[in-house]
């Protein structure tokens, strides 16, 4: 199991009132929301392995030099060295060393690399996984990793944790109308303003599940447009006016599956009594409460 961590801490930092707090006065509802996440999914799903992936750099330079606008609402400061600093509010903000503790006190490794999103270490661990493989998130650009044959889906949490969908080749062609290998260019096509991806002009959701049903995929879809067959001349001229971004897009648009990540030990094991006890005294440091508890008893399982 996969965690697209920060989309989670996020969800659970509105997810739980902000009155929760430590003694200090620091807010921890994110970090009990996610130790609360963590023992569901646990329970529920049954991974024998469990890794965080981690946002090391959260809007990587290469994809802003191919896309300006690439996340560019969220910069709330310029670093020239990089990374840029992200609208995050102070009161996650604060909490963000904390769930660090609470993930490594339950052996929960960590995994980040330099220059490369969370996306992009879920994407080379489920790619180079000998097991199958469930990634939890929150973000639909991952539903181009889902794969039946090798047993990779998405646990959705779009819905919220009480409605968890889990995403196959399946339901991904019911919903969209695609399969799970063009979702990738589909989601190109689309644009996603959260992201800053403008997308083709006037192609939305329907028209793009549509040129991919008629001509596979991006590439095939450009040289039709080109010839000016299979699609409506406005379609066309669309996807002809939108060339400079469909030149770069697809590589930011693509999670990487290439990253050298060496050996990960994310298999999960009951913790012993040392590592018991220091968990629970960082959840009384903390105030994180049975939220801890309960995240020790489901890797007890």
């Not at 921890?28 to 799903?45: F, H, P, Q």
């Not at 609402?73 to 840029?84: I, K, M, N, Q, T």
């Not at 889902?146 to 968890?164: H, P, Q």
């Amino acid at each position: 199991m996969l965690l697209d961590t920060a989309s989670l801490y996020f969800r659970a930092f509105y997810g739980v009132p902000d009155t929760v707090r430590a003694a200090d006065g620091t807010p921890v509802n994110a970090a009990r929301g996610l130790l609360d996440m963590i023992a569901k999914l646990v329970t529920t799903y049954e991974p024998t392995h469990l890794v965080a992936c981690w946002d090391d750099d959260w809007r990587p330079q290469w994809r802003v030099d191919l896309i300006p606008s690439y996340k560019a609402h969220r910069v709330v400061e310029v670093v020239a060295a990089g990374p840029d600093v992200e609208e995050v509010p102070d009161p996650l903000e604060a909490q963000v060393p904390v769930i660090r503790e609470e993930l490594s006190a339950l052996g929960i490794p960590i995994v980040g690399a330099a220059e490369h999103e969370a996306d992009d270490v879920i994407g080379s661990l489920a790619t180079q996984s000998a097991m199958p493989v469930d990634i939890v998130t929150g973000d639909r650009d991952l539903f181009q990793l889902v794969d039946d044959a090798r047993e990779v889906r998405v646990i959705s949490t779009v819905k919220g944790m009480s409605k968890l969908e889990v995403m196959t080749e399946g339901v991904i062609l019911e919903r969209y109308g695609i399969r799970a290998d063009q979702y990738a260019d589909f989601a190109t096509l689309r644009g996603d303003a959260s992201d800053g991806l403008p997308g083709v002009a006037g192609v939305g959701e329907k028209t793009a599940a549509t040129l991919l049903a008629a001509h596979g995929d991006l590439a095939a879809i450009r040289s039709a447009a080109a010839e000016g067959a299979g699609m409506t001349k406005g379609q066309a001229a669309k996807v002809l006016a939108a060339a400079p971004y469909l030149d770069v897009a697809p590589r930011v648009v693509a999670v990487v599956r290439d990253l050298a990540l060496g050996d990960v030990d994310g298999e999960l094991r009951p913790l012993d009594e040392a590592r018991r006890t220091a968990a629970l005294e960082l959840a009384e440091r903390w105030n994180l409460g049975t939220s801890m508890a309960r995240a020790i008893d489901a890797l007890d399982r």
